[in-house]
């Protein structure tokens, strides 16, 4: 498994955050607006950190995007 980049990790984080606040993931929108990146850009982010398995979604479903693999985040 490929390490994460360090705005993978902030994106990681984020998510993990803001789905444990509220109960559920946050939209692309919502970590595009607070990373201040375009959503496209998050989007990539997103599909890389699949390829890399610690997130999965659902294609096609709102708001899927599930953590699996903590143990790529730096300490």
Not at 3 to 10: D, G, H, N, V, Y
Not at 21 to 36: C, D, L, N, Q, T
Not at 49 to 62: A, D, E, H, I, Y
């Amino acid at each position: 498994m490929s390490k994460l980049t360090k705005r993978q990790q902030e994106i990681f984080k984020f998510i993990g955050e803001f789905s444990t606040r509220k109960g559920y993931a946050p939209s692309v929108r919502e970590i595009a607006a607070s990373m201040e990146i375009s959503p496209q850009t998050t989007q990539d982010h997103l599909d890389a950190m699949v390829t890399k398995g610690v997130l999965t979604r659902s294609s096609g479903v709102n708001r899927s995007l599930r953590i699996c693999d903590v143990s790529q985040l730096d300490p």
